[in-house]
């Protein structure tokens, strides 16, 4: 069974960084599509970047050039480096695994406030 664990999160001010990891286990996670989503109070869950087995990446207009997602295949992690937070950033962020079938972690809160 695939587990996902996020950790990374926490309380930053507008401007600053912060680097998510999602812990990948149970499974080959080479073969595996990644992905961060977030979702906001009242709001909808989104994407926010996706990576796919190969490499590939794509990101969501509201955090290109300033969201970077990254995987290490050795250590089975996905990353999400995270630049220039915004307060509109504020949200639980997933991270989500996909082939065949569909994993989710528990969630990992960033908080953007002053």
């Known amino acids: 069974q695939v587990q996902l664990v996020e950790s990374g999160g926490g309380l930053v001010q507008p401007g600053g960084s912060l680097k998510l990891s999602c812990a990948f286990s149970?499974?080959?996670?080479?073969?595996?599509?990644m992905g961060w989503y977030r979702q906001a109070p009242g709001k909808q869950r989104e994407l926010v970047a996706g990576?796919?087995?190969?490499?590939?990446?794509n990101y969501a207009d509201s955090v290109k050039g300033r969201f970077t997602i990254s995987r290490d295949n050795a250590k089975a992690t996905v990353y999400l480096q995270m630049n220039g937070l915004k307060p509109e950033d504020t949200a639980v962020y997933y991270c989500?695994?996909?082939?065949?079938?569909?994993?989710w972690g528990q969630g990992t809160q960033v908080t953007v406030s002053s």
């Open positions: 990576i796919t087995s190969g490499g590939s990446t």
């Open positions: 989500h695994a996909a082939f065949r079938a569909s994993r």
């Open positions: 149970g499974g080959v996670f080479s073969i595996y599509a």
